[in-house]
């Protein structure tokens, strides 16, 4: 059971620099989310998407780019890094007619010097 | 615009005592969810709440949803050590799920 899948797991990247997060999952969700998570902060959200085709602005979107591919996949991109996008970044999904109860991914630390 | 709030944020607490966490929510909502996070870990689903007056509880944990006052219980009983976790409160409006900054719970044996 893969559940939501992840990668990198961990990146160091310069400044100015572009990465793309991953994020899978195979529980046939209809709902993807991207969160960061920072010391004191919770979880904030930066993009959803709601159904495949679709995507909306979260809580901080700024910096931010998202593609939903597919049903199982949903990236986001950081097109010029900065170090206030050092954090920890977080992958879910979930289904509507289930709850919407989210299930995530283990976390890609990003660290951007 | 939807906020979440939590509180305490941190909290420490003696083995066998009973405490309460609080989460306030700004607008209307579709589900309130309670999440379980372990230092370096994922977050877990605790509990679902879909409607005022829902109560929910597994083992020492249960969860309550006042949908008038916009607010959401997670009460503690007889804590225990294995307990100690940061817990979020999330709220679902339109598929938008907003959480709070969660409380760290720290249990002392």
């Known amino acids: 059971n893969a559940g939501v899948t992840q990668t990198p797991k961990f990146q160091v990247l310069k400044t100015g620099q572009s990465m793309t997060l991953q994020c899978a999952q195979d529980m046939n969700h209809n709902s993807m989310y991207?969160?960061?998570?920072?010391?004191?902060m919770g979880l904030r959200l930066i993009y959803?998407?709601?159904?495949?085709?679709t995507t909306d602005k979260g809580e901080v979107p700024n910096g931010y780019n998202v593609s939903r591919l597919n049903k199982r996949e949903f990236s986001l991109r950081l097109e010029s890094a900065a170090p206030s996008q050092t954090s920890v970044y977080?992958?879910?999904?979930?289904h509507q007619g289930r709850g919407n109860i989210q299930y995530f991914g283990a976390g890609t630390r990003l660290s951007v010097l | 615009e939807l906020k979440v709030e939590q509180n305490p944020l941190f909290l420490s607490m003696q083995e066998g005592k009973n405490y309460t966490i609080y989460c306030n929510y700004s607008t209307t909502s579709d589900r309130l969810y309670w999440y379980r996070q372990d230092p370096g870990k994922s977050l877990e689903s605790l509990f679902v709440l879909l409607s005022n007056g829902a109560v929910k509880q597994e083992g020492r944990l249960m969860a309550s949803l006042d949908t008038k006052a916009r607010l959401s219980t997670l009460h503690i009983t007889a804590a225990v050590h294995d307990l100690s976790a940061t817990y979020f409160c999330a709220v679902d409006r339109d598929d938008k799920i907003i959480f709070g900054k969660g409380t760290r719970l720290h249990i002392l044996p």
């Open chain 1, 34 to 40: 991207w969160y960061r998570q920072d010391p004191g």
């Open chain 1, 48 to 53: 959803y998407s709601a159904s495949e085709g």
């Open chain 1, 90 to 94: 977080f992958c879910a999904s979930s």
